[in-house]
């Protein structure tokens, strides 16, 4: 018998990529990011599930998780993979999946996922700058991504490097799933 999942809700944020600041990809030391590997799809879900299943702004909301970030996820890994790891040591400790083109609009795939125990540290806030370059440098001039209201990502790290909430697109009802940020 599966756990019943909340519904949810979802707000939209877009990035002007030619805005970002030069130094919106810096990670502190001990820090390390690095594009994942095709054989490093384990790990990235392991960062991923332990992100949105230990955070309490997410608690309720495994169907989510389960049908529409993992399996994105897994997409990030195809033929090209499109994926950032942070490390510390040998330790990945945050992931962030991305794609330069989505049906849904959405490039942001996981959003920054940083494991509990270093959030607070600088290392989603960079992680995204990280992920917005990427971005920009695979062509994009503009990066959509969404996650719940009055999670910390919407109110402090999505509004980081020009990052501007946004309409959904008419043609998604007001609750629609897709791959969301933690």
Request: charged share 25%.
């Amino acid at each position: 018998m599966s756990i019943p999942s909340k519904p949810i809700k979802l707000v939209r944020f877009r990035w002007k990529l030619q805005d970002l600041p030069p130094e919106a990809a810096d990670f502190a030391k001990p820090y390390k990011v690095r594009q994942a590997e095709d054989h490093e799809l384990d790990d990235a879900l392991g960062v991923v599930k332990a992100s949105y299943n230990l955070d309490p702004e997410w608690s309720g909301y495994g169907k989510h998780l389960d049908d529409f970030v993992l399996p994105g996820l897994k997409r990030a890994f195809g033929d090209n993979v499109h994926c950032l790891f942070v490390f510390h040591g040998n330790r990945v400790i945050a992931a962030s999946a991305f794609a330069p083109e989505t049906e849904d609009g959405i490039h942001l795939v996981t959003g920054p996922c940083v494991l509990i125990e270093y959030r607070n540290r600088g290392i989603g806030g960079a992680l995204l700058g990280a992920t917005l370059k990427a971005l920009r440098d695979l062509g994009l001039t503009e990066a959509v991504g969404q996650t719940r209201p009055r999670t910390p990502s919407a109110k402090y790290l999505f509004t980081k490097f020009g990052g501007q909430e946004i309409a959904p697109p008419r043609s998604l009802p007001a609750d629609a799933d897709a791959a969301v940020a933690a």
